[in-house]
Antibody
């Protein structure tokens, strides 16, 4: 059974960089076929895809976030990470990590972590 | 970018009712459409993938279908545990991007 767990600061100051890590257990991020993904949900709102990374290191992200997003892999720790730069209050959200499958759906999700942007 | 228009935004229904939720894609996406159920404070759970394939362990009262760029999730006989918010999600291969519909909140009448 694959499990994902987000970790990182729950409070980030405006203009700083939000950094989150997702630890994967029960499966290897180095095996092909899956994209390792970040999705967020603003309070009381819908789901927004942020981006994902393939085991090869190829990344894709939501164009609406422009160049603020960096997603990386740490295969030695079976983790992947999200960095979102120049945050504002509009980046306050629950951030989820998830696995994107070859049938283009997200089958395993972390529990989500609330990140608040505030001074 | 491919946009997903989901409707209705909310629906009230009773236990035993049949409910239909629709997503329309702004352009062709083949059958790369998934449906999720989300309960308050929880991560979404995939119900249907590839437009009409039922995820393992999901009750058969959930059904997905496709007609052109319109996709439908039907719950045939609502159970108390089905009251939640539902999202569609499209996937695209080239480039590998995705997006979600706006969500439908299913409430008890």
């Amino acid at each position: 059974q694959v499990q994902l767990q987000e970790s990182g600061p729950g409070l980030v100051k405006p203009s700083q960089t939000l950094s989150l890590t997702c630890t994967v257990s029960g499966g290897s991020i180095s095996s092909g076929g899956y994209y390792w993904s970040w999705i967020r949900q603003h309070p009381g709102k819908g789901l927004e895809w942020i981006g994902y990374i393939y085991y090869s290191g190829s990344t894709y992200h939501n164009p609406s976030l422009k160049s603020r997003v960096t997603i990386s892999l740490d295969k030695s720790k079976n983790q992947f990470s999200l960095k979102l730069s120049s945050v504002t209050a509009a980046d306050t959200a629950v951030y989820y990590c998830a696995r994107y499958t070859p049938t283009l759906d997200f089958d395993y999700w972390g529990q989500g972590t609330l990140v608040t942007v505030s001074s | 970018d491919i946009q997903m228009t989901q409707s209705p935004s909310s629906v009230s229904a009773s236990v035993g009712d049949r409910v239909t939720i629709t997503c329309r894609a702004s352009q062709g996406i083949s059958s790369w459409l998934a449906w999720y159920q989300q309960k308050p404070g929880k991560a979404p759970k995939v119900l249907i993938y590839a437009a009409s394939s039922l995820k393992s362990g999901v009750p058969s009262r959930f059904n997905g279908s496709k007609s052109g760029t319109d996709f439908t999730l039907t719950i045939s006989s609502l159970q108390p545990e089905d009251f939640a918010t539902y999202y569609c999600q499209q996937g695209n291969n080239f480039p590998p991007m995705c997006s979600f519909g706006q969500g439908t909140k299913l409430e008890i009448k």
